[in-house]
């Protein structure tokens, strides 16, 4: 009998290590497709502008690109543009980002407020952030603050928007437990409100840092001497392919960047939504 | 350092025989969205005893669970009044433990931090609250799991979880509504043991709406039937099976005799609310 038990007990062992073994190698053929496929298509690239399938004066190929790249990082532009760029992201994304969600959540508990703004607010989110900037330039002037103002507005919609919808979307049987369980007043707001809220306000973090972007290279191309848009701008009025394609790469990167930076702070301050999904 | 997991099941019996709740001439009537108007109460008197534990069945829709919103103050009576002995603590702690039917834990804490949830708003120090509320975990199976997420328990664990986050507060009554009502039969059978258990070793004043007439009657030292809405008190019924009872004790006569007469008396309001709705 324990000779049966046993030797049942082996070959599902047996099942087992063979479904871990094809779940492994499953895995290790996908990562491999995952890195395999840009690496084809810049080999192809740089192979049809070789063989002349593509004029390479438009289409630099890789390796011209990587060479233009070293020589800007030698020279510091590259260094320096990327450093302008990032300084005005990362001010305009922190100041929009807390006004938005300070103001959103506000909206959220106070009803005559939200009466009041809310309508107001998504009216003005509705006119796409870019097109403030020629009003921005005539106020402020073509120096810094306008050129982080159109961050500034596009973050704070956005978090503006989506911690306003937490809020007013939240689970009315969690508020119940909250108050059954003594919260209310600012400990309703503290420990079951804010904390409920967060998944959407990193939803809102996640999209505007991406658009912080987008608006921030767009504002360099029209109203900058330095950062990365300037850099793609000015190269492409010059005619240096080559350095627009190092402006254009360095900003794709820096936007997977800030984006993953933003999902690493997410799985640190709201574990229990990363837990779930698993 | 010990904890004092009891101390209700020392002063419960020596007060045993006052109400700790008193429903005087409770009505409710809430506003649609359209202006419409329904009356879920009328007019309902109902006393609980201190220590007793009351099983509140009828329709759907017959504003039990509304009852049992009053009675823990979540809700307003639009006339009458609720006297609670219980309300009038002084410990900060609230008086009254909720048990929802669907669990309403905090997804954002993990096992321990979500039983210690009253404790923490009314004060009590971190130390002081992870440990009264690993020593619930503890008797409740739940001791491994602390550091889970409520979103990683199955529906018993969470429920048992709630219940744990109930009695940590030490409450002078718990309310529950339809704790079982979301889980599947077995586990339903195991959670009504788990609850006699604990009833029987706490007395804790406990009020219990449920659509189960066996479970109102395998619990309960009360069941109170209410009619269709507007709902009010139809049948007032003793339940003396001897204790401690636990899942045998539905196969008696006894069981069986109060069951048919809880029917009797809910058949007609429950054709009723079907006809209405």
């Known amino acids: 009998m324990t000779g049966t038990a046993a030797g049942a007990g082996d070959a599902i062992d047996t099942a087992v290590a063979l479904l871990r073994a094809t779940q492994r190698r499953r895995r290790r053929l996908e990562a491999s497709l995952a890195v395999a496929t840009p690496v084809s298509l810049l080999a192809l690239w740089q192979a049809a502008a070789d063989l002349h399938w593509v004029d390479p004066r438009i289409f630099t190929p890789p390796l011209g690109i990587a060479r233009a790249a070293g020589q800007l990082i030698s020279s510091g532009t590259l260094p320096s543009d990327l450093a302008a760029t990032l300084a005005r992201l990362t001010v305009g994304f922190v100041i929009g980002a807390a006004g938005g969600t300070a103001v959103g959540l506000l909206l959220g508990v106070a009803r005559p407020l939200r009466a009041a703004l809310s309508p107001l607010f998504t009216a003005l989110y509705a006119i796409p952030q870019i097109a403030l900037l020629p009003l921005l330039l005539v106020i402020f002037g073509v120096g810094e603050t306008a050129k982080v103002l159109t961050v500034v507005a596009v973050t704070f919609f956005v978090l503006e928007i989506n911690a306003l919808s937490a809020v007013r979307h939240f689970d009315p049987r969690l508020v119940e437990a909250g108050r059954a369980y003594g919260a209310s007043g600012t400990k309703m707001f503290r420990y079951v409100l804010l904390p409920g809220s967060l998944p959407t306000i990193f939803t809102g973090l996640r999209v505007s840092v991406a658009l912080g972007l987008v608006v921030i290279t767009a504002t360099e191309f029209v109203a900058s001497n330095n950062g990365l848009g300037f850099l793609v701008w000015n190269s492409w009025q010059l005619f240096e392919p080559s350095q627009m394609y190092v402006g254009m790469a360095t900003i794709a990167i820096l936007g997977v960047a800030l984006t993953a930076l933003v999902s690493g702070l997410e799985r640190v301050a709201v574990p229990w939504v990363h837990r779930r999904s698993h | ?277």
């Open chain 2, 1 to 277: 350092m010990e904890v004092d997991l009891l101390p209700g099941a020392e002063r419960a019996p020596a007060m045993r025989g006052s109400p700790a709740l008193e429903v005087r001439g409770v009505s409710k009537a809430f506003v649609g969205r359209a202006g419409e108007t329904t009356l879920a109460l009328a007019d309902v008197d109902l006393d609980v005893q201190r220590g007793t534990f009351v099983s509140l069945v009828g329709p759907s829709g017959c504003g039990k669970s509304t009852l049992l919103r009053i009675l823990g103050g979540l809700e307003q009576p639009s006339t009458g009044e609720v006297r609670s002995a219980a309300r009038q603590t002084t410990s900060g702690l609230p008086a009254v433990a909720f048990v929802f039917q669907d669990y309403g834990l905090f997804p954002w804490l993990n096992v321990v931090e979500n039983v210690a949830f009253g404790l923490r708003m009314a004060g009590v120090g971190k130390r002081e609250r992870h440990q009264r509320a690993r020593a619930w975990l503890d008797r409740l199976g739940l001791a491994s799991f602390e550091r889970s997420y409520p979103e990683q328990l199955s529906g018993g664990m969470r429920q048992r979880l709630s219940l744990a986050r109930a009695f940590v507060t030490d409450p002078e009554v718990l309310l529950m509504d339809e704790p079982m009502a979301a889980l599947d039969a077995q586990t339903r059978l195991l959670l009504q043991e788990d609850l006699v258990r604990l009833w029987e070793e706490t007395k804790k004043t406990v009020v219990l709406v449920t659509h189960s007439l066996d479970e109102a009657v395998l619990l309960g030292d009360r069941v109170v039937a209410m009619t269709a809405r507007p709902g009010r008190v139809k049948l007032d019924l003793p339940v003396e099976l001897p204790r401690p009872r636990d899942a045998g004790t539905v196969t008696g006569t006894a069981f069986s005799h109060l069951k048919a007469t809880l029917w009797t008396a809910l058949r007609d309001e429950v054709r009723r609310s079907l006809e209405h709705s």
